[in-house]
């Protein structure tokens, strides 16, 4: 008689968000290891098993195609593959997609384990001069600008700090909106294009950091200290 195959398992892997030598071991070894990948796009994905010299069959997952994705994913699991799941850069999932697909093989009682790295959040936070002890992270804002100061008016009056997180081309539209709702003297923090040569870390005032970075596009969390609304 022949045994049941058992499930695969599925790796939540950290890859690197600007220095390629910032992977971990134990990454480098899951992803030689695991049957496929799945990564976010194709060309990202691709040139990192390339640099590490790593071929595996490779399997996109996004925004645009993930809750198709998952049945695939499952019935492959159930198989007994293994896979690795990574983001374009940084910890996949906490702002990147693969949530439906965790929340999904959770119910489904897969295997599902993390293999921790590199995060663009975590590391903002290690090198922040503000107290952390609590927070509030917000995240990626929405895209129109109205909902977001809105969203941002909610907040004014707390007593934690805020982490906001956006694309590259809305950082500049970012600090101005910060600016309407907290005044152009509140202390923020700004952690963009993290581990790369041009890295820059600057604690100002919103006014002074706009006038820095103003019309650039960079990577980048930013950190509003406790709101003090002073115009």
Known sequence: MTP?????????????????????????KVLQQVDEVICEELSNGSRLLKSLQISKPLLTLNEHNEDEMIQTVLLKLMDGKSFALISDCGTPVFADPGRHLLQFLSEMNMSI????????LMAAISVCPFNLQKFLFLGFLPPKSEQRISLLKRYRSTDSPIILMDTPYRLT???????KVFGKKQQVFLAADLTLEKEEIVRDTVEE???????????????????????
């Open 113 to 120: 384990s993390p293999i921790p790295g590199v995060s663009s």
């Open 173 to 179: 539209r970012l600090l101005e909106e910060i600016i």
């Open 4 to 28: 049941e195959k058992s499930n695969g398992k599925l790796f939540i892997v950290a890859t690197p968000i600007g220095h390629p030598e910032d992977i971990t071991l134990r990454a480098i």
């Open 209 to 231: 950091v706009y006038k820095k970075v103003q019309n650039k596009k960079k990577e980048f969390i930013l950190i509003i200290d406790k709101p003090t609304k002073r115009i």
